[in-house]
């Protein structure tokens, strides 16, 4: 229930007081002003002024920075359609008008009774059970025309959320392959049993002889992290876990943290063994919110077990506790330094490096920040050792990786597989067919075409952080493309003009082909935004943003030639066509309400 509309203290101040009163805290503060509240209210952010002791300024800056936070009203029932390439294969769109012209509202639009908004948001980590859709922050999944109906229904009668039938919100793991990551055998205490049998240097020492890289996308060296915070000078050292993975495609870390949180939990304890550190924070992303209560609950029962908080498992000295923080939406933040800014309550604006979060991390002290997945590896590191662990996958890429595998498939879900495994498998596995190009890792990484589906995975040739999504011959790889630049237009956070700027000229020149005012002039100012884009971007976002565009021209090129309507340069602007909707209004499509006649159009 929200508070009343002209009380804002009564709401704000047991708020604050569960935050400490702290200014690092804002990002958590914000949060559940909104839940409490509605959206961030004017007089709400006076109060946190006086409050917190910080500028008007920074708190409205933190607020519009992200895309789960509205300083103005955004309806009682906020309605966000997933839209990743693969909600859009299943019709996103479509359900999305159908829902606004039920409710009577144009899209991004708050209706005139203040009910309802509906809108579109990037990836909601549930591409293998979409269409998906955030109503307040809650995921629903696998929509239909029918659900869409009910849901506007369940809106128009004013139902609260709480009283929607539960299946709407039923989220499974579709869980198609295991290893040993996803193995249902693991004793929660039992790695960190081995772990003070060893000692903290002999942990060490086995996860550098496993050969750990991070499940992230990076692939840096777990071993190198944890030694350098260990060593590193400091009055205290922190362990983080990254998991807000906002890579259109992945969802692996969402069905970690849903099955296997104790695993998680206890490789960021063994992390805090090894470093010293005494705080963990797990960052979840804002697509998630609906695990929070989970994840704190595994918490407490880990705190009554003794597996966290102080003399863990009886061990004198070692202390060690974990927080939970939740994003609200930036892409941004899934980069390790972006992420640190966030959970400090600041805009997720990547920093300068160096120097590393390791020496200067949150709050400028040493910090670890790992992935999901790969915290819960190091707990097998720990039970059987670092040569059993090496002795997995590859040479060059021990162990498992868990796949996230969406799009034109019979079968999609999770996929547990040891390093080495060629595209191939994976497709036949996961019931594929007629398959024209995989793109592995998300838009920031590979475009695999069918003559390449012998490749493997692994940091040697085709490094992931996860994503797995399958194209078929009926899918037009252009469009798939387009939609992975408007994905980054989108999620740049602005902080520099060469990203800023080349993505939403990226994104128009994809659209411009799209409307038909395509010619080789395009080609070269996609390669000249190219240049630009990975010389000068301050971050892996702005460098990576031409990836798709680049290896869908050099791998399916008729899709873009099929586009190059003209010889010459043609201008995006085309008058004619922009009044189209006044044509429709007044209900006249003849030869003297256009420009140019037909003749002159062809």
């Known amino acids: 229930m929200q508070a009343p509309r002209d009380d804002h203290q009564s709401y704000l101040d047991p ?194 002889a496993a050969g750990l890289r991070g499940r992230g996308g990076a692939g840096f060296t777990t071993a190198i992290k944890w030694e350098s915070c260990r060593n590193a000078p400091g009055e205290a050292h922190h362990v983080v876990c990254n998991a807000d993975e906002g890579e259109p ?81 930036a892409y941004i933040c899934g980069e390790e330094s972006a992420l640190i800014e966030s959970l400090e309550g600041k805009r997720g604006t990547p920093r300068n490096r160096p120097p590393f979060p390791v020496t200067h991390g949150y709050l400028n002290q040493p910090t670890v920040v790992n992935n999901v997945e790969t915290f819960a590896a190091t707990c097998h590191i720990a039970l059987e050792g670092g040569a059993w662990f090496a002795a997995i996958g590859t040479a060059k890429s021990s162990g498992t990786k868990v796949m996230s595998i969406s799009g034109d498939c019979a079968r999609p879900g999770i996929y547990e597989y040891p390093f080495g495994v060629t595209v191939r498998r994976m497709l036949e596995d996961c019931g594929a067919t007629d398959t024209q190009a995989v793109q592995v890792s998300g838009p920031s990484g590979v475009t695999v075409s069918a003559a390449e589906f012998d490749r493997i995975l692994g940091f040697e040739d085709i490094g992931t952080a996860g994503a797995f999504m399958v194209f078929d011959r009926s899918r037009d790889m252009f469009e798939v493309a387009r939609n992975f630049v408007h994905f980054f237009a989108h999620e740049s956070c602005g902080f520099c003009t060469p990203c800023r700027v080349g993505t939403s000229l990226l994104r128009n020149l994809m659209d411009k082909l799209h409307n038909g005012h395509g010619s080789p002039y395009d080609f070269n100012e996609i390669e000249k935004l190219n240049q630009l884009l990975q010389s000068m971007s301050h971050c892996g976002l702005g460098r990576t943003a031409c990836n798709p565009v680049l290896d869908t021209i050099a791998k399916f090129r008729p899709a873009y030639e099929a586009r190059m309507l003209h010889r010459e340069f043609s201008p995006a602007f085309d008058l004619d066509s922009s009044l189209q909707a006044a044509r429709q209004m007044t209900g006249r499509d003849d030869s003297g309400a256009h420009l140019r006649n037909e003749k002159e159009k062809a």
């Open 15 to 208: 708020i604050l007081a569960r935050n400490g009163h702290r200014a690092v805290n804002l990002m958590q503060i914000l949060r559940e002003a909104q839940e409490s509240f509605g959206y961030i209210h004017p007089d709400a952010v006076d109060y946190l002024t006086v409050q917190l002791k910080v500028p008007r300024t920074k708190i409205e800056g933190v607020a519009s920075f992200y895309s789960f936070f509205y300083l103005e009203p955004r309806g009682e029932y906020r309605v966000l359609f997933s839209d990743n390439i693969t909600d859009r294969m299943l019709g996103n769109v479509e359900l999305m008008q159908r829902m606004c012209s039920n409710l009577w509202i144009e899209r991004g639009k708050v209706s005139e009774d203040g009910l309802v908004s509906v809108d579109m948001t990037s990836c909601t980590g549930m591409c293998d059970q979409g269409p998906a859709i955030l109503v307040n922050n809650i995921a629903i999944t696998r929509l239909t025309e029918q659900r869409v109906d009910e849901i506007c229904d369940l809106i128009r009668d004013k139902v609260a959320l709480a009283d929607w039938p539960a299946e709407y919100f039923r989220v499974v793991d579709n869980i198609q392959r295991k290893d040993m990551l996803l193995d249902d055998g693991f004793v929660p205490g039992s790695a960190l049993g081995a772990a003070l049998r060893r000692g903290p240097e002999a942990m060490l020492a086995e996860v550098r």
């Open 249 to 329: 495609g992945t969802f692996k870390d969402r069905v970690l943290l849903t099955g296997y949180a104790d695993k998680v939990f206890e490789g960021m304890t063994l992390c805090g063994y090894v470093t010293g550190a005494r705080k963990g924070m797990l960052y979840l992303r804002g697509e998630y919110r609906y695990l929070l209560d989970h994840l704190n609950d595994v918490l407490e029962r880990r705190r009554r077990g003794n597996l966290l908080g102080s003399a863990i498992l009886g061990q004198p000295g070692f202390d060690f506790d974990i927080e939970i923080h939740l994003g609200a939406g």
